[in-house]
């Protein structure tokens, strides 16, 4: 049976015609929001759901028991409810690293716009003023310092281009080892707070999480400089937007964003936000920084990629909502001949004592005569559960618990 593949957003032709030749049942309807999104994942029963900016709450995942994978086209996935999609069995993928360098791009693109006042001085012409005494006002970049928080692949490719501008580089994430900063030549922080204190443009690349929601906070942001740059290309719930803006009124920071509070969820429409109107040097931008032609063909091609390793293998790439940390007290190895229905003897022994599998693997030797599961129980099983599987002499070798 085909895999059913719905795509609410827009991907390349190239990438839809990839997934149905390798025998997906593909369903192409961009733009699909809310209730026509629930809709529709429940009309076409679909097992894979590809998204990119579009959110996916609850109810869509809800919507049919046959999702199975949503797949989000873009590294951020902030706007999928993955607690429901945990609930559900429902694995929730990410195209972690394909956007990179388009993100790295812009934040380059605000900060040399911040120094040189582009956005001022393009208005000014426009209006048909001519001022190149204020406008000629610029500190440069060359030998500054350049403080980085969140050090991934967007964070790493900000790295790369501030040193190709000769600048000083500070950087803090809690996975930056010593040897790691050592390698990327930057200068290891212990904290956002030390980073500000170091640096005078502060940029911060991480993932919304309820752990980085407001981590560049007031506290963060007195550290600064006056008229020190900030630059948010990352999301809006990791940093204090009200702090930001008494910084730049009280401090002069400059600051350079791509992405606000309370965006509008459509593509065009009205937006007033307070950051905007807080007076200074604030730049923003249209929450576009993974969008290059470069960055979406990537994006598709990974998002593509993921679909066909899911259809062909069930394998899951680049999953978010794997739990990690295993609950299990300890393992039951058991060494047993490759019949039919060996397994399910097994479990329903376990089954009968009333004991939970939490996590399970199966490995076949070569001749395909005999194989080894290991089976990860919630609690020790009491010796007579083991004679008992030890007893089915004719599917089981050998029979051991390991505890964890």
Same mark, same amino acid.
């Given at each position: 049976m085909a895999?059913?593949?719905?795509? +609410?957003? &827009? !991907?390349? %032709?190239?990438?839809? =015609?990839?997934?149905? #030749?390798?025998?997906?049942?593909?369903?192409?309807?961009?733009?699909?929001?809310?209730?026509?999104?629930?809709?529709?994942?429940?009309?076409?029963?679909c097992n894979v759901l590809i998204v990119r900016g579009t959110e996916v709450p609850k109810e869509v995942i809800e919507a049919t028991d046959d999702l199975g994978l949503i797949i989000r086209a873009g590294a951020g996935y902030n706007t999928i409810d993955v607690a429901a999609a945990s609930r559900r069995s429902v694995a929730v993928a990410n195209c972690p690293g394909?956007? +990179?360098? &388009? !993100?790295? %791009?812009?934040?380059? =693109?605000?900060?040399? #716009?911040?120094?040189?006042?582009?956005?001022?001085?393009?208005v000014d012409l426009r209006n048909g003023k001519w001022n190149k005494k204020e406008y000629s006002k610029a500190r440069g970049l060359k030998g500054r310092t350049l403080g980085v928080v969140g050090v991934g692949?967007?964070?790493?490719?900000?790295?790369?281009?501030?040193?190709?501008?000769?600048?000083?580089?500070?950087?803090?994430?809690?996975?930056?080892?010593?040897?790691?900063?050592?390698?990327?030549?930057?200068?290891r922080c212990a904290s956002p707070a030390e980073v500000a204190g170091r640096c005078d443009i502060l940029t911060v690349h991480l993932a919304a999480s309820p752990e980085t929601k407001n981590i560049i906070n007031a506290d963060v942001l007195k550290q600064l400089s006056p008229g020190s740059y900030v630059i948010n290309t990352a999301r809006a719930d990791v940093m204090d937007y009200a702090a930001l803006a008494e910084a730049v009124k009280s401090c002069g920071i400059r600051a350079g964003l791509d992405v606000f509070p309370r965006e509008p969820a459509t593509g065009q429409g009205e937006f007033v936000t307070d950051i905007i109107r807080a007076g200074g040097v604030v730049y923003g931008t249209h929450h576009i920084g993974a969008s290059t032609d470069e960055a979406q063909a990537a994006i598709a091609e990974e998002a593509v990629r993921i679909a066909k390793t899911y259809a062909t293998t069930g394998e899951v790439l680049h999953c978010v909502n794997i739990e990690n940390r295993c609950n299990a007290a300890c393992q039951l190895v058991v060494r047993h001949y490759d019949k039919v229905g060996v397994l399910a003897c097994v479990l329903d022994v376990v089954s009968r004592a009333n004991i939970s599998v939490k996590q399970m693997s199966n490995t076949i030797y070569q001749g395909y005569e005999a194989a080894v599961a290991i089976i990860q129980l919630d609690k020790m099983p009491p010796p007579t559960l083991v004679e008992s599987i030890a007893g089915l002499k004719d599917k089981v070798i050998k029979v051991e618990v390991k505890t964890l």
């Open positions: 895999l059913k593949v719905l795509v +609410a957003d &827009a !991907v390349d %032709e190239a990438g839809l =015609g990839e997934l149905r #030749a390798c025998g997906c049942d593909v369903t192409y309807e961009p733009g699909l929001k809310d209730a026509a999104l629930r809709d529709a994942v429940a009309s076409t029963r394909k956007n +990179a360098v &388009a !993100v790295a %791009e812009l934040t380059f =693109g605000l900060i040399l #716009a911040l120094d040189r006042r582009i956005v001022d001085g393009a692949d967007i964070g790493r490719a900000v790295i790369q281009r501030g040193q190709a501008f000769e600048m000083n580089v500070v950087a803090y994430s809690r996975s930056l080892t010593h040897d790691a900063a050592v390698e990327l030549g930057v200068l």
